[in-house]
């Protein structure tokens, strides 16, 4: 009796191959669908206050504090020896009038950064220079160029690794004025 | 030219591909005749050859330079020497996607040279099954990542090809994973075709057999070579990271071995046939997840190529629509083709079916380590990170039983067999292990993984000598052997014992390197001595060179503790057209150990110091030659002419 129902349990021991498949496809269709909605690279410091960033301005017109907590802007990292970074300029250059952007020159140096920005203009309505990497160490820069967007109220509300495509930018900042 | 010449070609192969498919299904299904099955084949060699060619026309606009393809512009540059400029060609994800569709055409070639008097019904349902594979990664090609694509203006220099990738180990890396990967192709489609046929029988599995080797032989020799050159080039200083694309590199691999010992069984006593049938369509298809995982971005890993969501929803619904349609068929068929005979498991079938089970419970293991991630994501929203630890942990255990249960199977007949005649075969070999196994204990010592290792590793040894010496010897007495005996085992018997000898040696590679590695990090001046137990190494003076298409800073490093006193030099380098650096680790070899040291970036900056990482690896080239040795063994395997009728 016991073993007769074993039997017939068995029979179909040839469905679980498909069922196992169906169920890991539902979760790797599910992770696909929601990619886009996965933060890239996640900070620690996502929805803090911006830390407290000591550089040096070069030739700003008006600094740091008169803007925090009061516009949104976006504080981009860049160098003049970062190949990335060259073709993230002409998308940061396209937004220059619609968004308060901020540079920041990573590990740099002063003529090299000048030179960069006059032969590829210069889009950064504040202009600081990192030379010894300290600001990166407090935002934790994963590698040059990343950009942090900051809100009205002061804190960090993305942070995108890598260069900025015009299509990414355009979501993010579609993805942040929804929050 | 060129480059339009190359996408035109591929969407012939595209069009002709689906009138394969529409042929082939009329051919199959509802009226074959012997023309039209020749008809098929010219088809067939068709779509091979374009697409063959189509690769070839993008590896010579590579060779030419020509920037005005938004692929080569991305990906070369023109003071690169050639063979990084052919490689190039598949250092990235649209080229190596056109090498894949190449090496599809490859083995679509061969096997519709090989099959050429092969039973047609048969043979045409194994071309219906290829060509759906075909249209499916030509479609991926031609619709998400074509690599034909022009830019304009025409740039007049290109990006540069990623730094670490400019190594001949890069060269030969992805060419011979991706012969292994699509090689499981034809296993996958004999499979489906005898599900469609119904029928399974020895001769079928004759026949599948050299392409698994094939296959098998190329992913083995594949992943060592990803493995050695990731121990030289990327400076970690080990030579395996369970890092998420090497998982699903060894998935198939491991599900592979478990084919080729199931197919074995199939082929011998005609049994498993199910089984067998089970393997290749999840082998194949875990070849298709691997390149989903590794194209979608779905999980972070060095590998990660320019990760974009709709190639990972494409190659994801050809995952979904071919594996479920091939799991539904498998279920419809599968009374049909499964044998009612019971396997005896004191045999060599029951030996190899035990050891299926191990194999396939590491790979699943593998599995549910690489995809825990994505399964913890989707139920709670953590991002969490499964790392070394666990593998160690779970997949060891599992594969230990499984490596010393083949010694076991090595030695037991085919059909019944008794404990008695097992051990009475055994016995000598029992006896030298159990003495050579308490020498080992008495003499070295070592954390018990390191013993596992060594005893395991001898155990096999013995397993397969004795098996040997069994077969030479002439049943009077124990002591009379017959060497003229040795001549009358089937070459792929030595091939076997050549595997399996490699498997050893790799295990006391994995046993010995691992147990007793040495590691020293810290930072360095220059002058400056550090003593990591019996070396006494000096970092003598760092040498900055402007090179061709790099910057060079050299650590001269003097090292005493071999019998002589030795330099070594490694370097620090920064490609000046990605702006990327690499490292270049100093590696002496004193017989089968290594010293391996990596100079870093200066830590502060301007301080002079240097970050340093010094490693021992005894005898960790063992690992690299044991595998390579397993893949020639299979070679040897291939070559006998009588088992391949």
Not at chain 1, 17 to 23: G, S
Not at chain 2, 191 to 206: F, M, Q, T, V, Y
Not at chain 2, 372 to 399: Q, R
Request: charged share 20%; proline share 4%; glycine share 6%.
């Amino acid at each position: 009796m016991i073993k007769k129902e074993i039997g017939s349990f068995l029979k179909y021991i040839k469905l679980s191959p498909i069922i196992l498949f169906l169920i890991l496809s539902y979760f790797l269709f599910w992770k696909i669908k929601n990619i886009q909605n996965t933060k890239e690279l996640q900070s620690v410091l996502l929805n803090q206050d911006l830390p407290k960033l000591e550089l040096e301005y070069v030739d700003s017109k008006f600094t740091l504090n008169s803007l925090l907590g009061k516009k949104p802007f976006i504080i981009n990292f860049f160098a003049s020896w970062c190949a990335p970074c060259r073709e993230e300029h002409t998308v940061l250059e396209k937004y220059s009038k619609d968004l308060i952007i901020i540079g920041i020159a990573y590990k740099d140096d002063i003529n090299n950064v000048k030179k960069f920005l006059s032969e590829l203009g210069d889009p950064y309505d504040i202009l600081m220079l990192d030379s010894n990497g300290r600001a990166a160490i407090d935002l934790g820069l994963y590698g040059v160029p990343e950009t942090y967007f900051i809100d009205s109220k002061g804190k960090i509300k993305y942070r995108q690794v890598g260069p900025l495509t015009v299509k990414k930018l355009e979501n993010i900042l579609k993805s942040l004025k929804v929050n | 030219m060129i480059a339009e010449l190359g996408f035109i070609l591929l969407i012939f192969a595209f069009v002709l591909s689906a009138i394969h498919l529409f042929f082939s299904t009329r051919v199959c299904f509802i009226n074959f005749s012997e023309d039209n099955f020749f008809i098929l084949r010219k088809i067939n060699f068709s779509i091979c050859l374009l697409l063959i060619a189509s690769f070839l026309f993008l590896i010579i606009s590579y060779v030419l330079s020509d920037f005005s393809v938004l692929n080569i512009y991305n990906n070369s540059h023109t003071n690169k020497p050639l063979l990084y400029k052919v490689s190039g060609t598949w250092g990235n994800h649209e080229g190596s996607l056109l090498m894949w569709l190449a090496f599809l055409g490859g083995y679509g070639f061969f096997l519709t040279l090989y099959t050429k008097n092969n039973n047609k019904k048969f043979t045409a349902k194994v071309f219906f099954t290829s060509n759906i594979v075909n249209i499916g990664f030509i479609g991926f090609t031609i619709f998400t990542s074509n690599p034909f694509l022009r830019i304009s203006p025409i740039p007049e220099e290109g990006k540069g090809l990623n730094p670490v990738l400019q190594d001949p180990g890069l060269a030969f890396h992805p060419p011979l994973l991706y012969l292994g990967y699509v090689g499981l192709t034809i296993p996958f489609a004999y499979s489906i075709a005898a599900l469609l046929e119904g029928k399974i029988d020895r001769k079928w599995a004759n026949e599948i057999r050299p392409w698994i080797l094939i296959s098998w032989i190329f992913l083995t020799l594949g992943i060592t070579l990803g493995s050695f050159w990731a121990y030289y080039e990327l400076g970690w200083g080990g030579w395996w990271f369970w890092d998420p694309v090497e998982n699903v590199s060894l998935l198939p691999w491991l599900l592979l071995t478990a084919l080729l010992h199931s197919n074995r069984v199939t082929e011998k006593r005609d049994n498993l046939k199910s089984w067998t049938i089970l393997l290749s369509i999840i082998a194949f298809s875990l070849t298709l997840l691997g390149t989903f995982i590794v194209r979608s971005g779905l999980l972070t890993s060095v590998h990660a190529f320019a990760s974009d969501p709709a190639r990972g929803i494409y190659i994801l619904s050809f995952l979904f629509l071919i594996t479920g349609a091939s799991l539904i068929l498998y279920v419809i068929k599968y009374d049909k083709i499964e044998s009612d005979e019971k396997l005896n498991l004191l045999s060599k079938e029951g030996g190899l079916l035990l050891n299926n089970v191990f194999l396939c419970a590491s790979t699943v293991t593998i599995l549910l380590g690489t995809l825990w991630p994505l399964f913890v994501e989707v139920m709670t929203g953590k991002d969490i990170s499964v790392g070394a630890p666990y593998f160690n942990l779970v997949f060891l255990p599992i594969i230990m039983p499984a490596i010393f249960v083949s010694g076991v199977i090595i030695n037991i007949n085919w059909k019944r067999n008794t404990v008695e005649n097992l051990l009475k075969k055994l016995n000598k070999a029992i006896i030298i292990f159990v003495f050579l196994v308490g020498v080992i204990l008495f003499l070295l010592e070592g954390p018990i993984i390191f013993f596992i290792g060594i005893i395991l590793s001898i155990w096999l040894l013995i397993s397969i000598i004795n098996d040997f010496y069994e077969k030479i010897r002439t049943k009077k007495s124990i002591s009379d052997i017959k060497l003229s005996k040795a001549f009358s085992i089937p070459i792929s018997t030595y091939g076997m014992y050549l595997a399996h000898f490699g498997l050893a040696v790799f295990i006391l590679g994995v046993a010995i390197s691992d147990s007793k590695k040495l590691y020293y990090e810290g930072v360095m001046k220059e002058k400056e001595i550090v003593k990591v137990e019996k070396f006494k190494i000096q970092l003598k003076e760092i040498v900055e060179k402007k090179e061709k298409n790099w910057i060079s800073q050299t650590g001269n490093f003097s090292v005493e503790g071999f019998k002589k006193n030795i330099s070594m030099f490694a370097e620090r380098r920064l490609y000046l057209d990605t702006g990327m650096p690499s490292t270049e680790a100093a590696i002496y070899r004193n017989f089968f150990s290594h010293l391996y040291i990596v100079m870093g970036q200066e830590q502060p900056l301007n301080s002079g110091k240097r970050i340093v990482r010094i490693y021992f690896n005894p005898f960790i080239i063992l690992i690299w030659s044991g595998a390579f040795l397993m893949a020639f063994g299979g070679l040897i395997s291939i070559c006998d002419k009588k088992r391949n009728r």
